[in-house]
Structures are given as structure tokens and as C-alpha cells.
């Protein structure tokens, strides 16, 4: 039996790359440049490819390793490429202007990964041993954490791209949840949730576009004004 | 008795001769990543050297503060240096203070070179000691969850038993909050001595420098002192963070064979760490003051999950 077949070491590198998934999570809100931002959200969602791939090796669900590819296709390369080029398209400051300055915006997600954990804490009872059926249960706590964060972002963001990359990682950590607590939702679900996905970004990238064309910005506070 | 003392002198010879070479191998490695030939990397020994023959100039306003100053940096960075493990898995005084003791004699050496700069009455000394502070009162909380966050799992905060500790787990250094600590520590290394994202060792542009703002009014003997004494620092946070979570070939006994892995690992992981600092000295561009505390505050947040992943994974 190699090393890499022990579920001991599985448990392991699941563990490690949800962390590095949270790091990178904390890094996208004190990151303030746009491009960048969507570099990381690509990183994320690659370790997260790689993290489901890990689970479908250890628990032997085949159906999960196309949701791995799925991830992979759509958002590590399709929506970040989409995004950097109606980045490109639309010539907006490349700077983010968050609400909330940045060291407190990350002091805030601290605190959130916090919440985060306690909420997890309840949810998870220990059982006999180490099955593989536990693999990654602690996984939990940073796809909440993911989530809240992603909640936070939505809120402490002006421009409506930066919202939609917000979305987007919340919705990261939901599929984080889904394959760590059910190990893979029934393959349709995940296939729906993708398209849906990918349209959500196609539609809302059109929209932005026409935000910023009707109010020559993208701060979401001018939507307030009516204009006939 | 006599065993410590001899390890003391061992470490102590080590720690003041090896210092000035790391510094030196940083400079010429950043060197040839920017495709200049640079200095060889001895050169910080010749610099010393020069410094040590040559006369002093002082101050007119200066008092006593000016001459305690660099004695106080030397002095404490060198006792740091025997409390913190270097090849021995015993550092030579760990029974005379742990973590915090390390922590707190850095920030007794800082404090000096803050009260020497001030002293010597030049504007500079005033601007780059208060820089020093805000971002040493920064860079101290994190500094501490990262080294709690290893203490915790040794529970015991005194060096050496934390590094017996690391050596019995072997896959410990893949846990996520030893990777989430080593960045926080890592972070608080750059930001202590001086590299770049925070600070530019190699300029003296008065609008970004901040160790170099401090050290102006010194000359002769006093800044070789305060230049080993810095260099000195830099090596033992560069041990505490390669001996604390990676402690691979720590010499356990005293005997020939094993001291002599345990000074072939220490260097190869020292040269790996400088390789690693030379990296992001090179990437990066040094940040504007204002945003040190975006960078500092993402290594708290770092420290500060680490501990709780402690508890929790």
C-alpha cells in the first residue's frame, strides 16, 4: 500500500487545501486590484477542483471527478477569462473601493471565519474512528466560512464586477459544503447548478456592461436614480 | 555546567560568524535575480571590518543614550540568539526564558535603537524611529499567535521543548495551522527586518526608508555594531521560523556525527529560506507606509486562525 492511499494522508491534504481555499478567500478581500482578484478566484476554484478530485479518489464516487472537471472548465478557466475581458472591455479603474477599509475588512473576515467555525462546531459529531466516511469533515467550517466571507464581499463592495466576483466565491463554498458533507451532490444537480452558473455570470456580465453604458460607472449606489 | 558553557560559546561563535554571510548571500542572490554581478557574498565581513577601524563621528546634542544604543542592539540580539535552538535541539540558555523572553529582548533592542535615533537629534532619526514603532507594535501580536500556535502543541512555551515537540510528528508541518503560522511568521520576518515590501535595506531616499532613517547619524564602530547586531536578528528570526516548523537534522545528542548533520541541515535551510526572501524581494515593489498595515493585519488574521485551527481540526 503506497502512502497516498491511506486516508489518514487524504484527510490531510483535504485539510490543507480547504485552509489554503480560506487564505485565498481572505486575500481577495484585502486585494485591491481587480485583475488580480479574478487570478485568485481562479486559484481558489482550482484548489477546489483539486479537492474534489481528492474526495472522488478517496471515497471511490466516480461521478464527482466530473464535477472536479466541470469546475475546472467553467470556473477556473471560462468566467475568469470572461471576466478579464470585459474588464478590458469596459476600461474601469482597476482599482477596488471597498466600503470598509482593508484592514479592518480583514480583521472583519477573521471574525467571520470565526462564526464560521462555531457554527460548524455544532454540526459535527464525532463517530467511531476514521472511516473514510469521515474524510474531510472539518472541511465544513471553511465552506461556511467561505460563505460568509463571500456575504461580507457582496455588501462591502461598490462596483456591481466586484459584486459578481463575491457571488461567485460564495458560491465556492457552497460547492465546498456539498461535496464535503455529501460527497457529491447526484450528478444532475451539480451539472444544473453549473449551467446556471455560467449563464448567471454571462447574463450579469451583460449587465454591467449596461450599467456602466447608462451611468458611465459601476458603483451600484447610482442605480438609485431613475432615468426615463 | 561546563557543557553549557561550552555550548553557548559553540553557538555564539556560530551566530556572529554566520550572520553577516547570510545577509551577504541575500545580496548577491538579489543581485544576479536583477542581472548585475552585485557584491561577493563576503563582503558583508569586509564592510564590518572597515566599520570597526574606522573613527566615530558623534553628534553634538548626543548623550549617553547615543553610545548605550548600539551596545544594547549587539547585546540583546546575540542573547536572543542563545535561547533560540540553532543545530541543537537544546539551545544553550533555554533555561533562562522562552518565547516570550525572545519576543520582548528584540523589542528591548528595538526600543534602544528608537531612544539612540531620537537622541541624535537629526529629523531623520525622529521620523524613522516612529515608523519603526507603529509597525514593530503591528508586527508584535502577530509575531505572537504564530508562536503560540506552535507552543500550543508543544504546550510548553520554552524553545527547545517546542522543537522536541515538532521533531516527534513527522507530517505535522503539512497541519494547516502550522502552514497558516509560518506565513504569519514569515510576514513578520520581512516586516522585522526590514525587506521590501515593508522597507528598502538598500536606500536612502528619505521618503520610504525606515531602519536606514534610524541608523544615519551613526558612524565607525557604533553602526558596525548596530549593522552585526541587525544581521544578528535577522538570522535568529530566520532559525526560529526554519527550526520551529521544518526541524529536520536537529542534533538530539553531542557527539561529532549528529552536530555535524545538524549544521548541514541548519544551512541548507537557511540558504532555502534566503532563496525565499530574495524571491519576494525581487517580485514585489515596495509598499507605500500606508498600506504596511494591510500587510501586517493580514499576517494577524493569519495568526490568529492558525491558533483556532489548534483547536479545531
Known amino acids: 500500500m503506497y502512502f497516498y492511499q491511506d486516508p489518514q494522508f487524504g484527510e490531510r491534504m483535504i485539510t490543507l487545501m480547504a485552509a489554503l481555499v480560506l487564505v485565498l478567500q481572505i486575500a481577495m478581500v484585502g486585494q485591491r486590484w481587480l485583475v488580480t482578484n479574478i487570478r485568485v478566484f481562479a486559484a481558489q476554484s482550482f484548489l477546489l477542483a483539486c479537492i474534489a478530485n ?10 464527482i471527478y466530473i464535477a472536479a472537471a466541470l469546475t475546472l472548465l467553467v470556473k477556473v478557466v471560462f468566467v475568469p477569462i470572461l471576466m478579464e475581458r470585459l474588464v478590458a472591455k469596459i476600461e474601469i479603474r482597476q482599482e477596488i473601493e471597498p466600503l470598509i477599509n482593508v484592514p ?6 477573521g471574525g467571520l471565519t470565526m462564526v464560521g467555525y462555531v457554527v460548524a462546531e455544532s454540526f459535527y459529531h464525532p463517530k467511531e474512528g476514521t472511516s473514510p466516511a469521515t474524510l474531510g469533515h472539518n472541511t465544513l467550517a471553511v465552506a461556511i466560512s467561505l460563505f460568509l466571507i463571500g456575504f461580507f464581499m457582496m455588501i462591502n463592495r461598490r462596483k456591481a464586477l466586484t459584486q459578481v466576483l463575491a457571488l461567485l466565491s460564495l458560491e465556492n463554498g457552497l460547492f465546498l459544503a456539498a461535496i464535503s458533507l455529501t460527497y457529491g451532490m447526484p450528478l444532475i444537480v451539480e451539472l444544473g447548478v453549473f449551467f446556471d452558473l455560467l449563464v448567471a455570470t454571462m447574463v450579469l456580465g451583460i449587465l454591467v456592461y449596461r450599467i456602466r453604458e447608462t451611468f458611465d460607472s459601476m458603483d451600484v449606489s447610482q442605480l438609485r436614480r431613475l432615468r426615463g | 555546567m561546563s557543557k553549557m558553557l561550552g555550548a553557548s560559546v559553540f553557538q555564539l561563535v556560530l551566530l556572529l560568524c554566520i550572520s553577516p554571510l547570510i545577509s551577504g548571500i541575500i545580496k548577491t542572490l538579489k543581485a544576479r535575480l536583477q542581472t548585475r554581478r552585485g ?3 563576503f563582503q558583508p565581513y569586509r564592510d564590518l571590518n572597515k566599520l570597526l577601524r574606522k573613527q566615530m563621528v558623534i553628534p553634538e546634542t548626543a548623550s549617553w543614550i547615543f553610545a548605550a544604543a548600539p551596545i544594547m542592539v549587539f547585546a540583546t540580539s546575540v542573547l536572543v540568539g542563545l535561547l533560540v535552538p540553532m543545530i541543537t535541539a ?3 540558555l533555554s533555561l533562562f526564558g522562552g518565547v516570550l523572553a525572545v519576543i520582548y529582548l528584540l523589542g528591548l533592542g528595538r526600543f534602544f535603537l528608537a531612544l539612540g535615533a531620537l537622541d541624535a537629534g537629526s529629523s531623520f532619526g525622529g521620523l524613522g524611529s516612529s515608523r519603526e514603532m507603529t509597525i514593530s507594535a503591528l508586527a508584535e501580536p502577530a509575531m505572537m499567535l504564530a508562536i503560540f500556535t506552535v507552543a500550543l502543541s508543544a504546550s510548553s512555551t520554552n524553545l527547545s521543548e517546542v522543537v522536541r515537540g515538532a521533531i516527534g510528528q513527522s507530517w505535522r508541518f503539512l ?4 502552514m ?7 510576514i513578520v520576518l520581512i516586516a522585522e527586518t526590514g525587506r521590501i515590501p515593508v522597507d528598502n535595506p538598500a536606500t536612502h531616499l528619505e521618503l520610504t526608508m525606515i531602519h536606514e532613517a534610524m541608523i544615519l547619524e551613526y558612524s565607525g564602530p557604533y553602526l558596525a555594531l548596530i549593522e552585526w547586531g541587525a544581521a544578528v536578528k535577522q538570522l535568529i528570526l530566520m532559525t526560529l521560523l526554519i527550526n520551529i516548523f521544518y526541524p529536520f537534522g536537529l ?3 553531542w557527539n561529532a556525527a549528529s552536530l555535524a548533520i545538524g549544521c548541514g541541515s541548519y544551512l541548507l535551510k537557511l540558504v532555502i529560506l534566503a532563496v525565499l526572501i530574495v524571491l519576494v524581494e525581487t517580485t514585489n515593489a515596495k509598499m507605500r507606509l500606508f498600506r504596511v498595515p494591510e500587510l501586517l493585519s493580514v499576517a494577524f488574521v493569519l495568526g490568529a486562525l492558525a491558533l483556532i485551527s489548534t483547536f479545531l481540526f
Do not use: C, E, R
Open chain 1, 54 to 63: 481528492t474526495i472522488a479518489y478517496y471515497n471511490h464516487a466516480p461521478h
Open chain 1, 104 to 109: 479592518v475588512s480583514i480583521l472583519i473576515a
Open chain 2, 39 to 41: 557584491p561577493g557574498i
Open chain 2, 90 to 92: 537544546d539551545a544553550p
Open chain 2, 175 to 178: 497541519a494547516p495551522s502550522q
Open chain 2, 180 to 186: 497558516l503560522a509560518f506565513a504569519a511568521l514569515f
Open chain 2, 251 to 253: 542534533s538530539l545528542q
